[in-house]
């Protein structure tokens, strides 16, 4: 059994920042991909950010440089620096673990974008 407990979501203004945490816990012992997805209202689930075993990462590119995806392997966590934020940056974000080719989906954390 693998829990995935996300927070640091919330409310911020056009142009802020946020870091969005992942903390991975119970039966872990091959993590090999952990990343962020997000869901607007009305939208299709889409990959955030992706950042591998060896530190390789991916993003899409409505966030490729605001964006900054890292992990501590030693903790099983991964975050998500947002900066630059836009209003269509607000969405439920996901965090996404693959471990021996299981797929782990954290609870979701809101993400609100407004002045």
């Known amino acids: 059994q693998v829990q995935l407990v996300e927070s640091g979501g919330g409310l911020v203004q056009p142009g802020g920042s946020l870091r969005l945490s992942c903390a991975a816990s119970?039966?872990?012992?091959?993590?090999?991909?952990m990343g962020w997805h997000r869901q607007a209202p009305g939208k299709q689930r889409e990959l955030v950010a992706v950042?591998?075993?060896?530190?390789?990462?991916i993003y899409a590119s409505s966030v490729k440089g605001r964006f900054t995806i890292s992990r501590d392997n030693a903790k099983n966590t991964v975050y998500l620096q947002m900066n630059s934020l836009k209003p269509e940056d607000t969405a439920v974000y996901y965090c996404?673990?693959?471990?021996?080719?299981?797929?782990?989906w954290g609870q979701g954390t809101q993400v609100t974008v407004s002045s």
């Open positions: 996404h673990v693959v471990m021996s080719g299981d797929n782990y």
């Open positions: 119970g039966n872990i012992f091959s993590i090999n991909r």
């Open positions: 950042i591998t075993n060896g530190a390789g990462t």
